[in-house]
């Protein structure tokens, strides 16, 4: 237990493998595109897979997230560890599902996109460790409400569009969300003889 706990803790001082900038089109481009270098190299493993918790796949051209566990797979040797996705300035319209299969997820950027519909936001409700989101320069921004709405499905989340979450924000998202969310109407089925 130990070593592995010892293990994670080395994941997380990894930088991250970084694919920003690279005019990727598809996930699945990934696994024959070169990371960037920084200033330290990300280690690997005996197969060749990348020793991290983290990774930038921002200024890109993605428009969905087809594959992303596969190539995340091919990419990562223990992608279930992944803690920091940054997807910041794609074309991405919604929030894929995919992204709520990483449990240990705790920063997540998905501003510059093209995200419409703000409740596009409750898939994240399911992610027990996110504590840092970016929605900003989506078109979701411009709805009446938008902080207060991610603050009340999320509040876990301590940083919001790279500003910090008061405990006045809490407070007064929950009063918006009193006002402005009706609680859904339990349908009762009529068995009919």
Known sequence: MTDNWDHVKNLAQEPPLDFSFKNVNFIQD???EEPRIG????KRSK???SLTQ??????NVLNDLNDFTQTLSQLLEQP???AW???SFNDLAN????LTTFSNLSVLYLHGNCIHHLPEVDKLSSLPKLRSLTLHGNPIEEE???RQYVLSILPRITTFDFSGVTKQDRITATIWRQMNVKPKKVQLKHNFL
Do not use: C, W
């Open 30 to 32: 990934l696994t024959s």
């Open 39 to 42: 200033l330290r190299p990300v």
């Open 47 to 49: 197969e060749g897979k």
């Open 54 to 59: 983290a990774l930038r796949i921002n200024n």
């Open 80 to 82: 279930q560890n992944l």
């Open 85 to 87: 996705i940054d997807l």
């Open 95 to 98: 929030i894929d599902p995919v």
């Open 144 to 146: 009446k409400g938008y």
